[in-house]
């Protein structure tokens, strides 16, 4: 396994076993849109946004808290514009 589909692993179990199912809806419906669109670094910025714990991420995403912890970059912009269908 090279290490893009290895990161990509990663991704997809953390965007799908969060703690919070909103959070699992949510986000791994994001991911399942976007993970084969993102380039590595992509995938790395990704990745550091689950690492985030689910209130952190939930505060940001609703614009209830603008957090130093979720950088902007392409993929914060996607994940804030995402909704659920």
């Given at each position: 396994m090279n290490k893009l589909d290895s990161i990509?692993?990663?991704i997809k179990y953390r965007s799908e076993y969060r703690g919070i199912k909103e959070m699992?809806?949510?986000l791994g419906d994001f991911v399942n849109k976007y993970i084969n669109t993102l380039n590595y670094s992509?995938?790395?910025?990704l990745h550091n946004i689950l690492e985030q714990d689910d209130d952190t991420i939930f505060k940001w995403y609703s614009n209830q808290?603008?957090?130093d912890k979720i950088p902007i970059?392409?993929?914060s912009k996607?994940?804030?514009e995402f909704k659920i269908k």
């Open positions: 990509k692993k990663k699992d809806l949510l992509e995938l790395i910025d808290n603008q957090n970059n392409k993929v996607l994940l804030k």
